[in-house]
């Protein structure tokens, strides 16, 4: 007996390539709403889910593109309309299709609420004010600051090496001027996190600026002051040659 054995095989290719002609149809068509939906929500990616009476679609969406849609009914498994992996059976995809004209639907009118939304919205914006004379006069002060600080570059350059880095104390904070040669490279208060005065990347903020400004002098009398103990210092060694 041959049990079937000698029976002819139903072939599933042609159901198969319906399906898939159908399938990539849905996916060209969901593709736009996705673009749609990128467009109104903004960014790269995001989902959104719609409501119809058969039950949920969600769309989610990357780069412009379709990720997923999934339909979720009333009853029964999710279906994976679209998705990165593989298509949906035929079947669910049939039971899918008969729901998608009110997903279009759905979405047609989530984008339609939108119409009009602007209509009342001013775009009659205050003045905005000018930082200008604000950043003129902090550079101002920034440049005063410079040129007493390229001063001290100098002498430090004059008495203690091609380059390094003078640190004093003004009331109760770290003050350190770099040097590199007859130029500053930096000046920073506050040690490693505070605030660099003076740098080669750009000019302190404003009120950073205000707010250490009247201490630059006492920075400065300190240096003189250490200026004149070392001459002091100095002038007490003698060296004397025998004969």
Same mark, same amino acid.
């Given at each position: ?85 593989? %298509?949906?059976?035929?079947? &669910?995809?049939? =039971? ?5 004209? *009110? #997903? @279009?639907?759905? /979405? !047609? $009118? ?92 750009? %000019?302190?903020?404003?009120? &950073?600026?205000? =707010? ?5 002098? *006492? #920075? @400065?009398?300190? /240096? !003189? $002051? ?18």
């Amino acid at each position: 007996m041959s049990h079937g054995l000698d029976s002819d095989v139903a072939s599933a290719d042609d159901v198969a390539s319906r399906r898939d002609e159908v399938a990539a149809r849905v996916r060209s068509h969901a593709g736009e709403m996705a673009r749609q939906l990128a467009v109104l929500q903004g960014g790269d990616y995001g989902q959104r889910t719609f409501e119809t009476p058969d039950g949920d679609w969600t769309l989610k969406y990357e780069a412009g593109d379709v990720q997923y849609l999934r339909f979720e009914p009333d009853s029964g498994s999710e279906i994976y309309v679209v998705s990165s992996k593989q %298509p949906p059976e035929p079947a &669910e995809l049939e =039971r899918a299709l008969e729901a998608y004209d *009110a #997903f @279009v639907a759905a /979405f !047609n $009118e989530h984008v339609e609420s939108f119409d009009g939304l602007f209509d009342d919205a001013t775009t009659d914006f205050p003045a905005v004010a000018s930082a200008a004379e604000l950043a003129a006069e902090r550079d101002r002060i920034l440049e005063g600051i410079r040129e007493v600080a390229t001063a001290m570059a100098q002498e430090l350059h004059r008495y203690d090496g091609e380059y390094g880095t003078y640190r004093t104390t003004v009331s109760g904070t770290r003050w350190e001027l770099k040097w590199d040669g007859d130029a500053a490279s930096y000046l920073r208060v506050g040690g490693s996190d505070g605030t660099y005065l003076l740098s080669q990347y750009g %000019p302190a903020p404003a009120p &950073e600026v205000r =707010r250490l400004v009247d201490d630059v002098g *006492a #920075f @400065v009398d300190s /240096f !003189n $002051e250490d200026v004149a103990d070392l001459e002091a210092d100095l002038s007490r060694v003698s060296f004397e040659t025998t004969a």
